[in-house]
């Protein structure tokens, strides 16, 4: 069945970077667009990321545009979410998640998701 499992969260201070990776199995990754979405506590998911099935093409909500930077590798099925500058407000569980055909920024339209990873900034 498919999987995708996510990695590489913690906790870090404000400033700080963290990388992110969801490995994906049991589906064919070139024909999945990709994406990043977060949950903080008390709040809806809220779209951070998403990538083409090729890699060309990445959009970004404005909250993290130019500090973010999502990328992919088809070679091993895996996307990446580069976290530079981490602000408090930051602090969130992260998931990602596939869908096919070409990305966008709604949540509903993704199929799979993975089991997310907590992502916590600090002063």
């Known amino acids: 069945q498919v999987q995708l499992v996510e990695s590489g969260g913690g906790l870090v201070q404000a400033g700080g970077s963290l990388r992110l990776s969801c490995a994906a199995s049991?589906?064919?990754?070139?024909?999945?667009?990709m994406a990043w979405f977060r949950q903080a506590p008390g709040k809806g998911r809220e779209f951070v990321a998403a990538?083409?099935?090729?890699?060309?093409?990445?959009s970004y909500a404005d909250s993290v545009k130019g500090r973010f930077t999502i990328s992919r590798d088809n070679t091993k099925n895996t996307v990446y979410l580069q976290m530079n500058s981490l602000e408090l407000e930051d602090t969130a569980v992260y998931y990602c998640?596939?869908?096919?055909?070409?990305?966008?920024?709604?949540?509903?339209?993704?199929?799979?998701w993975g089991q997310g990873t907590q992502v916590t900034v600090s002063s």
């Open positions: 998640a596939g869908k096919s055909g070409n990305e966008n920024v709604q949540a509903q339209s993704y199929t799979y």
């Open positions: 990538i083409s099935r090729s890699g060309s093409s990445s």
């Open positions: 049991g589906l064919t990754f070139t024909r999945y667009a």
